[in-house]
């Protein structure tokens, strides 16, 4: 389905250029965003290295252990039927924790980690299991005690107090992470009913 949309989106685009006499601007464009997702490629490419050794180091010192044990009383409510001990609930409590401190490129490559182990344990490959939708809205509502990216993004465009959104970060995040994941459970909850039905 996603092709069909990009296909679309791409002759609109061409073709609204041609009528509107801007196919330079369209060309100009299509080679600054081709350059754009090289260095993304790159820069993500740098980061899942540097973060996925990382992990490797963490778990293997202990410190992914830790933090699960740390974060397996919240873990437990939303992923009940997980092992609190396993590889999957370390990888998950990693990502929470770069979430935690505001590091977004930190917790994508362990959000990757953690999706991976997650289909690994996911009896149906083609779909997606419960688990790993709740993990999606988790990760992407992330609650932020420390707002560390959108800190230094407006440190560097001159904020004087970069870190004053800190409360309105806290209320934000958590309301969104609440939202989230009540509605991921409730619509979980219904399609199971729905199943069970037919």
Known sequence: MINYIWSAMIIFSVITAFFTGSTDALTSAIISSASDAVS??????????LWGGLMEIAEKSGLTGAVCRLLSPFL?????????KGATAKAISMNVTAN??????????????????????NSSKDKASSDMIKFVVM?????????????????????????DIMPASWVSSAFALVVGLTAATVI???????????
């Open 40 to 49: 993304l490629c790159i820069r993500l490419g740098g980061t899942i290295c």
């Open 188 to 198: 979980i909850r219904i399609s199971e009913v729905i199943k069970w039905k037919k």
């Open 76 to 84: 437990k409510i939303i992923f009940p039927k997980m092992n609190m």
């Open 100 to 121: 935690l401190l505001g590091l977004g490129n930190a917790a994508t490559p362990l959000g990757l980690e953690a999706m991976k182990r997650l289909q690994s344990e």
């Open 139 to 163: 990760n992407s509502a992330a609650f932020h005690l420390i707002p560390t990216t959108v800190a230094a993004m407006r440190q560097d465009y001159g904020s004087k107090n970069p870190f």
